[in-house]
């Protein structure tokens, strides 16, 4: 069996649980181990590698499954390129075309909608961004974290969660508004990561102390907390 040759810290799987998509984000050379840009895409079945995608000159953010296109996978690096990708030959498109390449900020987070219709992506400059990947443009900014912002997650498919190193959780709504729809507050930690329920109820968060919080999406509560990290 291959594998990565730097860190393996995203995975995702195909709606039909067939396919494991991997990469590494912030793939630079760890322990002496080369730096590593490839998308892997493994059969669960075979229970070995199927295609190894290869193309992004950055980091990858994110990768999945395209749902329009049956057979496809969709990768969002900080190159600012949107990739498709022939999953049967393994060959690559054409970079879709997206108003990212014209950012002078690079980004630093990224995440794709579970219906592939949304890009939202984070930059260095504590801004979010989304994107149409239907036609590739940007449909809005969102201004309000201070600080970077480490993860990105979606709520059903036209709602998302942003973590930053300002402590905050916010939740944000696709649309002209730019302001968020909501904010958390409780970490005194930077916010790493963010997961949301699949019925949009609930989202956890964990931050830099090793602290976990549960919050009700819908009474902006905080839940409970857990410290045994």
């Known amino acids: 069996v291959g594998s990565h040759t730097s860190i393996v810290s995203h995975i995702s799987c195909s709606d039909n649980g ?47 499954m395209y749902r329009p296109i049956h057979g ?18 393994g060959i690559q498109g054409n970079p879709v075309h997206t108003r990212l390449e014209d950012l002078d900020q690079k980004l ?20 979010l961004i989304s994107l149409d990947l239907d036609n590739g443009h940007i449909l ?34 696709i649309s002209k508004n730019d302001s968020p729809e909501k904010m958390f507050f409780g970490h005194t930690a930077r916010v790493l990561c963010v997961a949301a329920s699949p019925d949009g109820s609930l989202a956890a ?14 009474r902006q509560t905080m839940l409970w907390k857990d410290e045994s990290h």
Request: glycine content about 6%; hydrophobic content about 40%; some cysteine.
């Open 205 to 218: 968060s964990g931050d830099l102390q090793g602290h976990l919080f549960v919050w009700d999406l819908h």
């Open 18 to 64: 067939r396919f494991i998509l991997s990469f590494s984000q912030n793939a630079g050379i760890v322990d002496g181990r080369a730096r590593d840009l490839s998308i892997r895409v493994w059969d669960v079945e075979e229970r070995k590698e199927y295609r190894r995608l290869l193309g992004h000159s950055d980091d990858i953010l994110d990768a999945c």
């Open 72 to 89: 496809t996978v969709v990768s969002v690096a900080k190159d600012k390129t949107v990739r498709l990708w022939e999953l049967k030959s």
């Open 140 to 173: 809005s900014q969102y201004l309000g974290h201070w600080a970077n912002i480490n993860q990105i997650a979606f709520v059903g498919d036209d709602r998302f969660l942003s973590v930053s190193d300002d402590w905050s959780v916010r939740l944000w709504k």
């Open 108 to 127: 630093t987070a990224g995440r794709i909608s579970p219906n592939c219709r949304y890009l939202i992506a984070a930059t260095d400059a504590n801004r």
